[in-house]
């Protein structure tokens, strides 16, 4: 039994009342609109035998007739005056949802359009929903369901180990903690894709996947996982990350790079499934990362960090890479909207860091100028799930709920995530980037280039021999390389 496809009734996140303010904070999103209908109860579901059963409850008859036309015009002969009255409520039940009418009165929104939907590089082309559900598990609305229930949902906690902050000592992240909870979403798709594959979904019973399982016990909320809120706050102090307060994506992806560099180089971090299985590459030009422009790929330092992270092992490793932007002033400039739509369809794609001004979501697909996310904005018990517990209630790590903003409306701070398993796939993300650039009419979301003088150092000075191409490590400037492959500022280009 599933969930149909639809639209989530809107969250705090798309309440006209909320603060213009990309950094007001969850706190005012909270306090001027109402909290979401499943805050408190969990997300509402609509069975598909759900609306079955009301229609068979109006109309007892209504798979019998050959026809509407020939039902009608023998329900008076045919039928009792009560079976009539039933038929014409079943109608009147058809449209209502036919509008969408029935899945707002169940507590959801209407059905998705049959327009195509781009959902983390998987193209679903949806018909126009049925009348009545036809419970064919085939279809592309169910796979596409599939595939969305699958994502690893994570949101809001309370009751947690609490935080170690001399000013606040939390142990809940309600009203402030919604960028960490949408950058943890984003980055355990990557794990995900990376140890399972993207056509991976979530069985419906147990026992679980044991590399499952590992990834979500590193998300977990306590200091003992090693990408739990505790240890990103830690990571991000520098760039203004603090319990009880809010930050952007760019301060987001930088706290990542910091945890991960220094998770690597713990004496302890021994062990593969407590490390980052891939090397990250933030992909920005700016110290501030709020002035706007479009950021660098640099091919060379891409190589030199996988050389790096591979310490002489191979001469690629799987990459991660986080593109924080900026793209307006107080509004999204509207000339971007179909290139962000369209790093959808690149098979490496992540989705998207970000929402509506102070209130970020994780986006992770699209269709027509409609952004469909998973929303952090619920408040759950916190759970901790053992490494090895094949067992565990992964529930609260999943919904079915489809929420959907306009892409107008975005914030125009965000951050586009991409995962390259390997050589090739970095190379073909390269290609999709750089054509996707020629198409943006001189303002590219971001820009690929083989190398950049003079690059800035963050690691150690490596051999270069062991890059892929040979050559290509011999084009760096080792002594002016950031370990994140950043470009300096003057590469910036300002809006």
């Given at each position: 039994m599933t969930s149909l496809p639809q639209r989530g009734a809107a969250p705090p996140?798309?309440?006209?009342?909320?603060?213009?303010?990309?950094?007001?904070?969850?706190?005012?999103?909270?306090?001027?609109?109402?909290?979401a209908p499943e805050q408190n109860s969990g997300p509402k579901q609509c069975k598909a035998s759900l609306l079955s059963s009301v229609l068979a409850v109006f109309d007892p008859d209504q798979g019998s007739s050959s026809s509407p036309s020939s039902a009608s015009s023998s329900a008076g002969s045919r039928l009792p005056a009560h079976a009539s009255v039933s038929h014409a409520w079943s109608r009147v039940l058809r449209r209502i949802v036919g509008d969408g009418s029935m899945w707002r009165l169940l507590g959801c929104a209407r059905a998705?359009?049959?327009?195509?939907?781009?959902?983390?590089?998987?193209?679903?082309?949806?018909?126009?929903?049925?009348?009545?559900?036809?419970?064919?598990?085939?279809?592309?609305?169910?796979?596409?369901?599939?595939?969305?229930?699958?994502?690893?949902?994570?949101?809001?906690?309370?009751?947690f180990d609490a935080i170690s902050d001399p000013k606040s000592k939390l142990t809940t992240d309600v009203n402030w903690g919604c960028m960490v909870r949408s950058s943890q979403m984003l980055v355990a798709q990557a794990l995900i894709f990376h140890h399972l594959g993207r056509s991976w979904r979530k069985p419906s019973q147990n026992p679980c996947n044991p590399e499952y399982i590992r990834i979500l016990h590193l998300f977990g909320d306590s200091e003992a996982c090693a990408f739990s809120i505790h240890n990103l706050l830690e990571a991000g102090k520098s760039y203004g990350l603090a319990a009880g307060s809010w930050v952007g994506p760019y301060a987001m992806c930088r706290a990542w790079q910091t945890l991960v560099r220094t998770s690597r180089e713990r004496p302890e971090a021994v062990d593969r499934n407590e490390n980052f299985p891939m090397a990250l590459y933030v992909v920005s030009g700016d110290e501030d990362g709020e002035r706007g422009g479009a950021p660098v790929v640099c091919i060379d330092a891409a190589a030199q960090l996988c050389y790096d992270f591979n310490k002489d092992q191979s001469t690629w490793s799987p990459i991660l890479l986080l593109v924080p932007l900026v793209l307006g002033l107080d509004k999204i400039n509207p000339r971007y909207i179909p290139l962000l739509k369209e790093t959808f369809t690149f098979p490496q794609s992540l989705g998207i860091l970000g929402g509506k001004p102070?209130?970020?979501?994780?986006?992770?697909?699209?269709?027509?100028?409609?952004?469909?996310?998973?929303?952090p904005h619920e408040t759950q018990l916190a759970v901790n799930i053992a490494s090895d517990n094949l067992e565990a209630d992964t529930s609260s790590y999943h919904c079915s709920t489809i929420r959907d903003m306009a892409l107008d409306l975005l914030d125009p701070s965000l951050a586009i995530g991409f995962y390259c398993h390997d050589k090739d796939d970095f190379d073909d993300f390269c290609s999709r980037a750089s054509e996707l650039a020629e198409k943006a009419n001189g303002a590219p979301l971001f820009t690929v280039v083989q190398s950049v003088q003079p690059l800035k150092q963050m690691y150690?000075?490596?051999?270069?021999?062991?890059?892929?191409?040979?050559?290509?490590?011999?084009?760096?400037d080792v002594e002016d390389l950031d370990g994140s492959g950043e470009t300096g500022e003057d590469e910036w280009q300002i809006l």
């Open positions: 996140s798309d309440s006209p009342s909320l603060s213009p303010s990309s950094h007001s904070g969850d706190a005012a999103a909270a306090s001027s609109s109402s909290p998705l359009t049959d327009a195509d939907v781009w959902f983390l590089g998987k193209c679903y082309k949806l018909s126009s929903p049925p009348e009545e559900p036809s419970g064919d598990s085939d279809s592309e609305h169910a796979m596409f369901l599939e595939d969305f229930s699958s994502r690893i949902w994570i949101t809001y906690r309370k009751g102070g209130a970020s979501t994780y986006i992770a697909g699209v269709q027509d100028d409609r952004a469909l996310y998973l929303d150690d000075q490596h051999d270069g021999s062991g890059c892929s191409g040979g050559a290509m490590a011999d084009n760096i």
